[in-house]
């Protein structure tokens, strides 16, 4: 009889329950192969990542992942890799916009919360150009969008790559016009000094779950984040239209971008 009750219990599990637990635990295993992937960042960059937008010898757009040589992105961005490379700034635009441009440095998440805090009450859509940066900074912008209940937007040509898509993810209505380049790839340490094999191990199990979690509070779903960990530092997942839709990263089909006249 305890064999049939407990039987009859896990068939009343709900269908949903048990797949978000192996979405999960799907997580925690690629936490030990982003492990391997930092080391071998590590050994050949003496602690330094392959991809840092803050770096002037380096691309701040890595190529895209492709079965063959990589490419560059689907459309070249609007901006130049100067402004790109600037720690993030904020300004507040006619009609609520607030555009967050730059890179995510250390401390843009508290700047962030300061913009708001002192011209908030104007800002109605947060609008991206960005090759992302401290995931940290990221999921506290990204928090904090959702609970002033803002919109999120990417415009044509314009970039929110590697973790800016997390900020983005916040937003409660979100916007990416045609040719917005979306991108994301594996997050990996950005500090100076080479990480211990525990010390890499417990960021990647950490990073990964607290992302997954909050994506998922999002909305988003499980796909983004797994292309996002099979994709290495050093190359971008650039996401498509339907991706875009598909993934719910996007609440509406992409827009095209409006023109005067």
């Excluded at 635990?25 to 990542?49: C, K, S, T, Y």
Aim: net charge negative.
């Amino acid at each position: 009889m305890r064999i049939d009750e407990a039987f009859k219990a896990l068939v009343r599990i709900d269908d949903g329950v048990l797949m978000r637990g192996a979405f999960f635990a799907m997580l925690a295993a690629a936490g030990v192969f982003l492990l391997i992937d930092m080391r071998e960042i590590a050994a050949m960059n003496d602690g330094l990542p392959r991809f840092d937008p803050m770096l002037e010898d380096r691309p701040v757009l890595p190529p895209a992942v492709t079965e063959a040589a990589p490419n560059g992105p689907p459309v070249q961005p609007g901006s130049s890799d100067e402004v790109l490379r600037q720690p993030m700034k904020f300004d507040l635009r006619p009609g609520g916009v607030l555009l967050a441009e730059g890179t995510i440095d250390l401390g843009a998440g508290s700047r962030f919360a300061e913009e708001i805090e002192a011209r908030g009450e104007y800002v109605r859509t947060v609008t991206f150009n960005s090759p992302g940066g401290s995931v940290d900074d990221a999921l506290a912008m990204s928090k904090l969008i959702r609970e002033k209940k803002l919109d999120t937007k990417v415009a044509a040509k314009a970039l929110c790559a590697s973790s800016c898509p997390i900020v983005f993810a916040g937003g409660v209505a979100r916007v990416a016009e045609k040719d917005a380049l979306i991108g994301v790839h594996q997050v990996f340490s950005g500090g100076e000094e080479r990480p211990t094999p525990a010390q890499a191990m417990s960021f990647a199990q950490s990073t990964t779950a607290r992302v997954a979690r909050h994506l998922d509070t999002m909305g988003v779903g499980p796909g983004l984040w797994i292309n996002a960990l099979e994709t290495p530092p050093d190359r971008l997942y650039y996401l498509t239209e339907k991706e875009l839709v598909d993934f719910h990263l996007t609440t509406e089909p992409v827009a095209t971008a409006k023109t005067d006249g």
